[in-house]
């Protein structure tokens, strides 16, 4: 038989494990955090004016939500592995088009890199539940926060310094990152997952999975939870620096709060020692609770600015601790056998948080001062607290008498 007398390394390519998707994650993560504020600037100056960048930001985020669902029907046509190295070449097409069109099709070019990144997304949550075991998911989830931590702290500051000096640089540097995200990629020998069985019958419709989504109760309170936590993040990113300027804290306060909090991104490991000691539920509801009674103290920031901002810089700790564990009760919840339909529905918590936080916050600053904002969101941490007490007590931790994961 030929086979023996292949290379024992090739024979027997070893399965990726949890560095490896964190390494994918943090290269993801370099890729977005070097634009990240830079797309606003270049938003703002394409369009001209911050009513009208808000409809764009708006349309771009419907149109991400739709393309997020349209992922999973579109692998039933398209091998994951050529469906992922898709979103990396949408990584490539945005930022090209940012150097080289003009500066009206800047909408255009965001479209494509929020695109990119959805479609990524989906295709690498669909390969962390085939190939990472769910007692491993959430040391997984725990490194892929602490490998991010560096591009996340770094890329913000970075790309609008690098946008000073010459305004094509920072798209430059991102096109570098996606290159390197792909061959990373190509590296790791994913294919397209797992198989679970053979498809019969002809691809659904794609928002067909929608409802077997509704009808499972740990699904729905797990991208909940996601939901609520990315509004959280929209909340303290955009609104604390208006707030700042309006507060007379200083235009550059917001921005090095935002410097700051990613910092404690390395604090990840820690978090997860803490959090397989006590178990998912303890840790999910301690986060939502902590950081939503934070924001309800940042209420009275039209009292005292200072505390306010103290309160909301201490609330992203917890936010950045929900990042390690918030996603476990849905990725330990979902079936084989729909991975990828149900990775879609998780990816579109970025969307869903990008709609509803400027549509409520629009709604709430129609009748309150700008400290509604977050007494509004601070409600909704804790309207989270209460729906992560129906989940498992036991959820995440090694069931009795099974051996211990390395």
């Not at 099709?105 to 997304?121: E, G, K, Q, R, Y």
């Not at 690498?124 to 591009?151: C, H, T």
């Not at 620096?241 to 604090?267: D, H, K, R, W, Y």
Request: aromatic share 12%.
């Amino acid at each position: 038989m030929a086979h023996k007398y292949l290379p024992t390394l090739l024979r027997h390519v070893p399965l990726p494990g949890v560095r490896a998707f964190a390494t994918l994650y943090a290269l993801d993560s370099a890729v977005r955090a070097m634009l990240v504020s830079v797309w606003p600037i270049a938003m703002y100056r394409a369009i001209g004016s911050a009513q009208g960048m808000s409809l764009a930001y708006f349309a771009i985020g419907c149109l991400s939500l739709a393309i997020g669902l349209m992922v999973p029907w579109a692998a039933r046509f398209i091998p994951r592995r050529w469906l992922y190295s898709a979103g990396c070449a949408l990584h490539l097409a945005g930022p090209g088009l940012a150097i080289f069109g003009p500066e009206a099709t800047i909408p255009l070019a965001l479209l494509l890199s929020t695109a990119a990144t959805v479609t990524v997304f989906v295709c690498l949550n669909a390969y962390v539940m085939d190939y990472i075991q769910r007692a491993d998911l959430s040391r997984g989830e725990n490194l892929k926060v602490f490998y991010s931590a560096l591009p996340w702290t770094v890329g913000p500051m970075a790309g609008i310094w690098l946008h000073g000096i010459w305004a094509p640089l920072p798209y430059l540097i991102t096109i570098g990152f996606s290159v390197m995200l792909t061959a990373v990629f190509w590296r790791l020998r994913l294919g397209n997952g797992k198989q679970i069985a053979r498809a019969r019958g002809p691809a659904p419709n794609p928002l067909a999975y929608l409802g077997r989504f509704m009808r499972q109760p740990r699904l729905v309170a797990g991208w909940l939870f996601a939901v609520i936590r990315s509004c959280g993040w929209w909340v303290y990113v955009v609104y604390l620096p208006v707030f700042c300027i309006e507060t007379g804290l200083g235009e550059q306060t917001g921005g090095i709060a935002l410097s700051l909090t990613n910092l404690m991104m390395f604090a990840a490991p820690l978090m997860l020692r803490w959090v397989t000691a006590r178990g998912v539920r303890i840790a999910v509801r301690s986060g939502f609770a902590a950081s939503g009674g934070l924001f309800l103290l940042a209420t009275f920031g039209v009292l005292a600015p200072p505390v306010a901002l103290v309160a909301l810089f201490a609330a992203t700790f917890f936010l950045i601790f929900l990042d390690c564990c918030g996603g476990l009760p849905f990725l330990m919840a979902v079936k084989p056998s729909e991975r990828s339909e149900m990775a879609a529905v998780y990816s579109s918590f970025r969307d869903v948080s990008g709609i509803l936080t400027p549509g409520l916050s629009w709604a709430v600053l129609a009748v309150t001062p700008l400290a509604g904002v977050f007494a509004a969101c601070g409600l909704a941490l804790i309207g989270a607290f209460a729906i992560a007490g129906r989940l498992h007590p036991r959820l995440g931790q090694p069931r009795r008498g099974s051996p211990a994961t390395a």
